[in-house]
């Protein structure tokens, strides 16, 4: 029977009938963050009250008109792209859907975005001194969001089979958070030292009987180390590498830990080509990657003017 036939035996399928089976079973099968499914949710939901159309009716128009209507910033508008599209990547293989419509569907960019690397050197030592006195798992995840760049939530979903340390082949298999496939992402010794010792240390640690699909990082209850246990400890790291700003009465810490994704691909391409650097940070748009590379050349160009300054100075 065609895909067809099959699509037309089924009472319509919308996007708010499907929603929970949708998130369990990515919960099910890819063990996501508490804090990943809630976004999922949230976003699908808003979506739904819009587009109550049949999955097989729902056209890239249809999405575009949703995303267009909500006026929203282009984090909050490419947030509910990646939910959607993974959503309707579900749909096509459980039959449910023709297609993916997302494909169609390109991220927004603001005009004026900028990566915001941590730029001071002094801070950069603080942090990197305060997360090497963290205690274990936190001390490794703030290591792999430092140094290699991937996002909190594709930390928090590596598993013991992702990591492979074979000898001239270190990898990890990222789980991209936002297109929801599995990316390779090459550990070298040159670049990443601290994250290649920290992961053989930490695999050796481990039982070598434990399942692949086992979480990489678990909390004190063996359970897979969530996103707001991470960024408590978070704020403890800033506390005390003295990186916190004192808003209406209370600490908040100076940087995010998106800021050290930021700062990780800033010296990623100093190092590596735009195309490499992409692959790493799982860019879709290598605008996203070249961004970084422009302020790279211009904190170069910055440097190379202050030289030539202070060799004036000196000859005068």
């Known amino acids: 029977m065609s895909t067809n036939a099959n699509l037309s035996l089924h009472c319509p399928r919308t996007i708010a009938s499907e929603m929970e089976t949708f998130l369990s079973d990515v919960v099910h099968e890819h063990g996501l963050s508490t804090n990943t499914i809630t976004s999922y949710r949230c976003d699908l939901r808003t979506a739904a009250a819009m587009i109550e159309a049949p999955l097989e009716a729902i056209t890239a128009d ?11 910033q282009p984090g909050t508008t490419n947030r509910r792209i990646a939910s959607l599209g993974r959503f309707f990547r579900w749909a096509v ?24 690397p941590i730029a001071s050197e002094a801070e950069r030592r603080a942090l990197d001194s305060a997360i090497a006195s963290s205690s274990q798992p936190y001390r490794l995840i703030f290591i792999l969001l430092r140094e290699i760049g991937i996002r909190t939530d594709e930390v928090l979903n590596l598993n013991v089979g992702d990591v492979i340390l074979e000898p001239g082949r270190e990898v990890l298999l990222v789980q991209d958070s936002k297109s929801g496939t599995k990316r390779m992402v090459v550990l070298t010794p040159d670049v990443m030292p ?37 960024h408590r400890r978070w704020v403890q790291v800033c506390k005390q590498a003295h990186l916190v700003d004192i808003e209406d009465g209370r600490e908040v810490p100076r940087y995010t830990l998106h800021h050290l994704r930021h ?42 003017t202050q030289e030539e300054a202070q060799r004036e100075q000196q000859a005068s």
Request: cysteine-free; glycine content about 6%; overall charge positive.
């Open 93 to 116: 293989k459980q039959g449910l859907a023709l297609h993916n419509p997302v494909e169609q569907v390109q991220a927004r960019y603001h005009t004026e975005h900028r990566p915001q």
């Open 263 to 304: 700062t990780a691909a800033a010296e990623l391409i100093a190092f590596y080509p735009e195309q490499v650097v992409r692959r790493i940070l799982g860019h879709r748009d290598p605008r996203s990657t070249r961004r970084y590379a422009e302020i790279v050349h211009a904190h170069q160009l910055g440097g190379a």
């Open 194 to 230: 601290r994250s290649l010792r920290g992961l053989r240390s930490w695999m050796r640690d481990m039982a070598e009987t434990l399942p692949p699909e086992t979480p990489l990082f678990r909390s004190s209850r063996g359970n897979r180390a969530s996103y707001d246990t991470l």
């Open 62 to 72: 249809d999405i575009k008109q949703f995303l267009a209507s909500r006026n929203e």
